[in-house]
């Protein structure tokens, strides 16, 4: 079957940095995405990554890992406001998308 | 395993032509449900929320005559891309809102990519 893995909750504290791990085993790959959610709002485009290897963008980074079905999102200098969930999602041979749970990270003072 | 599934995954069609997209909630009955489109490297962008038994409401700048959603029943919601354009090629992604627990749970679906040929 297919499987998206990411811890389901983080705690970080304000000023540090995360790391998000997302591991995958899905038919065939055409892409990761990252998204921000905060509760109740639609998911916010973060990255898409499609080759091996580090984005940077700002405060966040994504990186991916074909060969091991692993990504992670990096988020630096954390803001009360990074307080969301993390969503990352597949889109495999298929073009279907596949979504992992999420990850609620709680940024503490 | 999955508990919002759209189909079909893929669908090409040609121009001019209308194009059915369906959204099912399979283990609880949703009240309401989503309508987004993902453009290339950017959010998901919500077009519209279909609550059961009633009109859809449409976000600005949505076309409500170009793309028709019903929500027929607590687990079905579908839209209709009336007289494609290759402009309308997107992916389409639906989710549900699950009243059980906090009422705060949205599952999203697999997406629906469209070519418009």
């Known amino acids: 079957g297919q499987n998206i893995d990411q811890p389901t909750e983080m705690t970080a504290t304000e000023g540090a940095i995360v790391q998000i791990n997302c591991t995958y085993q899905t038919s065939g790959f055409n892409g990761l995405f990252w998204y921000q959610q905060h509760a109740g709002e639609a998911p916010t485009f973060l990255s898409y990554n499609v080759l091996d290897g580090l984005e940077e963008k700002g405060r966040f980074s994504s990186f991916l890992s074909r060969s091991k079905g692993y990504s992670y999102l990096l988020l630096k200098e954390l803001q009360m406001k990074d307080s969301a969930s993390y969503l990352c999602?597949?889109?495999?041979?298929?073009?279907?998308?596949?979504w992992g749970a999420g990850t609620k990270l709680i940024i503490k003072p | 395993g999955a508990v919002v599934s759209q189909h079909p995954s893929r669908v090409i069609c040609k121009s001019g032509t209308s194009v059915k997209i369906e959204c099912r909630s399979l283990d609880f009955q949703a009240t309401t449900m989503f309508w987004y489109r993902q453009f290339p490297k950017k959010s998901l962008m919500l077009m519209a929320t279909s609550n059961e038994g009633s009109k859809a409401t449409y976000e600005q700048g949505v076309e409500k005559d170009k793309f028709l959603i019903n929500h027929a029943s607590l687990t079905l919601s579908t839209l209709t891309v009336t007289s494609a354009h290759p402009e309308d090629s997107s992916f389409y992604i639906c989710?549900?809102?699950?009243?059980?627990?906090?009422?705060?749970?949205?599952?999203f679906g697999e997406g629906s990519w469209l070519t418009v040929v």
């Open positions: 999602a597949v889109v495999d041979s298929n073009y279907q998308l596949i």
């Open positions: 989710s549900a809102r699950d009243p059980g627990l906090d009422g705060n749970t949205i599952y």
